[in-house]
C-alpha cells in the first residue's frame, strides 16, 4: 500500500512541477491572458504584422489600441522624410502608408494587439531618402 502511496505523490509532484514551468514558458513568452504574441507572419499575400500600444512598424508607431480603432502616428518618408509623425485614427479596413513602398492596412483588433497586413510595392519609382 506505501508503494502505490509513493507512486501517487511522485506523480501529483511532477504534474505539479510540470504546470510550474508551463506557467512560467506562457509569462516569458507573453502569452498569458489570451494575448497575441507580437511580431511578423510571412505570407505569399504580404507579411501579417501584429502590434501593441508603444511598438512601431515601418511608417506606424501605435499609441492606443481600443475596442473598435487603433491610434498612432504615421510617419512619411516620401517624397520628404519627416521626422514628426501625422496623428491618425484607424479603424478595420483602414490604410497608412510611408507614402510610396509600404502600406499596412488594419485587419483586426484582438485585445490588446491589432493585426495589420504589410505590403510592399518595390516597383515603384521613389525617391532615395
Do not use: H
Not at 498612432?72 to 509623425?85: K, Q, S, V
Amino acid at each position: 500500500m506505501s508503494r502505490g502511496i509513493s507512486k501517487s505523490i511522485a506523480l501529483v509532484i511532477a504534474v505539479a512541477i510540470i504546470a510550474v514551468i508551463g506557467v512560467g514558458l506562457f509569462a516569458f513568452l507573453g502569452l498569458n491572458d489570451g494575448d497575441e504574441p507580437t511580431g511578423i507572419i510571412e505570407s505569399d499575400s504580404g507579411d501579417t504584422i501584429v502590434l501593441r500600444e508603444g511598438q512601431r512598424e515601418g511608417p506606424l508607431f501605435v499609441q492606443e489600441i481600443l475596442p473598435d480603432e487603433v491610434i498612432g502616428l504615421n510617419f512619411m518618408e516620401y517624397p520628404i522624410a519627416r521626422d514628426e509623425g501625422f496623428p491618425v485614427n484607424l479603424r478595420i479596413g483602414d490604410s497608412v502608408s510611408n507614402g510610396c513602398t509600404i502600406t499596412l492596412t488594419l485587419l483586426e483588433i484582438r485585445g490588446e494587439t491589432a493585426l495589420f497586413l504589410r505590403e510592399e510595392d518595390r516597383s515603384r519609382p521613389c525617391p532615395i531618402t
